[in-house]
């Protein structure tokens, strides 16, 4: 099957992916009163005198917008609000299916950062959380970081964390695969954007000491021309062996490679040069770093890929629905480390018995995961003292 072309057909048919329902009767006067005027005029008053009260006496507690300006959706880059509508449907439609959280698409006609944050601001109080999607760094790591200091909801950029905490769950249970212990992994990380750095500090708290970041110009070092602030900074905390040269440069010798930069730019010669039991997680959607089965035949113990046409696909699918139903069950005013890392595990870990070479991590579909996950974030909130109820 064709499946560009075929979705396109779908999308025509579909004519959305998403709706909204009526949960409550309308179909009487008396239905009508109470749902709406004149009864609705006392939870109102509720609210206002404790808007607190705006999570018991509205949907606001189940509520999250998927929010994207449009410049960096999938792989295609820069394609404008409007065109990035179709993944935000589609994000939130995953949202529901797998978490039961309900999601709403929304795309902001600005690149500007200042209007970004408080377009977000001036809508917070119809949401229980925030969830970022598809802003291009470094811009994404402003934004988040301003809203998460300036509101009381959870604040999540997924292409950040979301791919952070589901590579960590994967680099989990590949390293049981090849009898390494991840704080002795040297990791190479190709792509230094919102989702390359957010690896490698999340990774870094998980205890692993040695990861090279590069970018199209090869490793980051600290000293390093044309990278920025956010690159410096990260160069400061990586690499401390100061690895120069290019990425063929950085991978040998290496446990992991992973990958989260442009196709085809890993070849069957650099899988060669790494460490026995290398682990590759070629990412880039929808043309890999390298092939699976190119990685494989050049050594590779472990491949994951961002497809779902192959063992081990690495997708955020497995983190946000279960983070956001975990973070909304006890009113979470944060998405901390504590409660990424209880998502990281609870994935690994429903793996279980049938952890191998071929299943380091759980089906996207699978729906006893996400409510792991869900489970696992509930009590890490509560055990970080960010729960509210």
Request: hydrophobic share 45%; net charge neutral; glycine share 10%.
């Given at each position: ?43 109102c008053l509720a609210i206002k005198n404790d808007p607190s009260q705006s999570f018991e006496l509205t949907r606001r507690w189940n509520t999250v917008p998927v929010i994207t300006d449009g410049t960096a959706v999938l792989g295609l880059g ?11 449907e589609g994000k939130c439609a995953l949202f529901k299916a797998y978490g039961d959280v309900d999601a709403f698409p ?284």
């Amino acid at each position: 099957m064709n499946y560009r072309l075929e979705s396109l057909k779908k999308h025509k048919e579909w004519r959305g992916k998403i709706e909204t329902a009526v949960r409550v009767p309308t179909d009487s006067r008396e239905a009508l009163s109470l749902a709406y005027t004149p009864g609705v005029a006392e939870p109102c008053l509720a609210i206002k005198n404790d808007p607190s009260q705006s999570f018991e006496l509205t949907r606001r507690w189940n509520t999250v917008p998927v929010i994207t300006d449009g410049t960096a959706v999938l792989g295609l880059g820069d394609i404008g609000p409007e065109a990035g509508m179709p993944v935000m449907e589609g994000k939130c439609a995953l949202f529901k299916a797998y978490g039961d959280v309900d999601a709403f698409p929304i795309c902001i006609k600005s690149k500007n950062v200042d209007e970004i944050v408080n377009t977000i601001k001036l809508i917070s109080g119809s949401f229980g959380g925030i969830n970022l999607e598809d802003i291009s760094a470094p811009r994404c790591f402003e934004i988040e970081s301003r809203l998460k200091k300036e509101l009381d909801i959870p604040v999540f950029h997924d292409d950040q964390h979301g791919t952070a905490v589901v590579m960590a769950a994967a680099l989990i249970n590949a390293a049981k695969v090849v009898g390494k212990e991840l704080s002795q992994l040297r990791i190479v990380i190709n792509g230094a954007g919102a989702a390359g750095i957010a690896i490698a500090k999340y990774l870094l708290k998980f205890g692993v000491g040695d990861i090279i970041l590069c970018d199209i110009n090869g490793a980051i070092y600290e000293g390093a021309e044309g990278v920025n602030p956010a690159q410096a900074a990260m160069a400061k905390v990586t690499n401390k062996r100061g690895v120069k040269g290019s990425l063929a440069d950085a991978m040998k010798g290496a446990d992991v490679f992973i990958g989260v930069s442009a196709p085809n730019c890993v070849s069957q010669d650099m899988v060669k040069s790494m460490a026995g039991g290398a682990i590759v997680f070629s990412c880039a959607n929808p043309v890999p770093e390298i092939s699976r089965k190119a990685a494989l035949e050049a050594g590779a113990a472990v491949v994951g890929t961002g497809s779902s046409e192959f063992p081990n696909q690495i997708n955020n699918v497995l983190v946000f629905p279960g983070l956001f139903r975990g973070a909304l069950d006890v009113r979470a005013s944060d998405i901390n480390f504590e409660m990424m890392k209880a998502a990281s595990y609870a994935i690994a870990g429903y793996v279980g018995e049938e952890l191998s070479a071929d299943h380091i991590l759980p089906l996207a579909y699978d729906k006893g995961a996400h409510i792991a996950v869900a489970q696992a974030v509930a009590v890490a909130a509560a055990q970080s003292g960010v729960a509210r109820k």
